[in-house]
């Protein structure tokens, strides 16, 4: 089945402990990106990735890592993670070209305390 | 620039229509729709392209204006299911995505019995 898969689902965690959220596709898409959901403020790309080892900011990028050694994981990293960046993450790839359908992973909640 | 929708709320019974605007302060290569259902992740409705193309996936018409810079989503003769968050998406930097997409805040529709 094609899908995306994000790990942890749920995730709890205190101030300044590193983290890292995976992101995986089995759709061999060369696109994929991180986006942060708030209410009230739609979702915000955190970083992009066009292919292996080529990555961009996206709209919100400060306090997040990203790197894309492999073309089917796209991993999330906060070194050192602060309240504010409490969120609903997803994770989405693509293939790129003129349609572009984005496939969401099923999301995964972060609470910083 | 994140796109503007409107309304931000829609309330229907079943049976009734409803559309939803998109606008963007940018000159638009293409606009996507997304529905996220609470709790899941967004899925991909549908995309329309300067000079008319569009694919979809589900019977939900949309328009493009590309000398408004705007995108209407019409719901004809809603059903439950269709009650959700919709988000449009637009290009960053207006040309194709290629996955880099900015969305609008969210209209939250809810039909009703």
């Known amino acids: 089945e094609a899908q995306v898969t994000q790990n942890p689902r749920y995730l709890i965690t205190v101030t300044g402990k590193k983290l890292t959220v995976t992101c995986s596709q089995n759709?061999?898409?060369?696109?994929m990106s991180w986006y942060r959901q708030d209410p009230g403020l739609g979702l915000r790309q955190i970083y992009y990735s066009m292919n292996v080892e080529v990555t961009d900011k996206g709209d919100v990028p400060e306090g997040y890592k990203v790197s894309r050694k492999e073309k089917r994981n796209f991993p999330l990293i906060l070194e050192s993670p602060s309240p504010n960046q409490t969120s609903l993450y997803f994770c989405a790839s693509s293939s790129g070209g003129l349609y572009n359908e984005q496939f969401f992973g099923p999301g995964t909640r972060l609470t910083v305390l | 620039q994140q796109p503007v929708q409107s309304p931000q709320a829609v309330i229907l019974r079943e049976g009734e229509d409803a559309v939803i605007n998109c606008s963007s302060s940018k000159a638009l290569y293409s606009v996507h729709w997304y529905r996220q259902k609470h709790g899941e992740a967004p899925v991909f409705l549908m995309i329309l392209l300067k000079g008319g193309e569009q694919k979809g996936h589900e019977k939900i018409s949309a328009s493009f204006n590309e000398k408004k810079q705007q995108s209407s989503l019409y719901l004809t003769a809603s059903q439950l299911s269709y009650s959700g968050t919709y988000f449009c998406g637009t290009p960053k930097g207006g040309g194709t995505s290629y996955g880099k997409l900015t969305f609008g805040q969210g209209t939250i529709l809810t039909v009703h019995p």
């Open positions: 759709m061999n898409h060369e696109y």
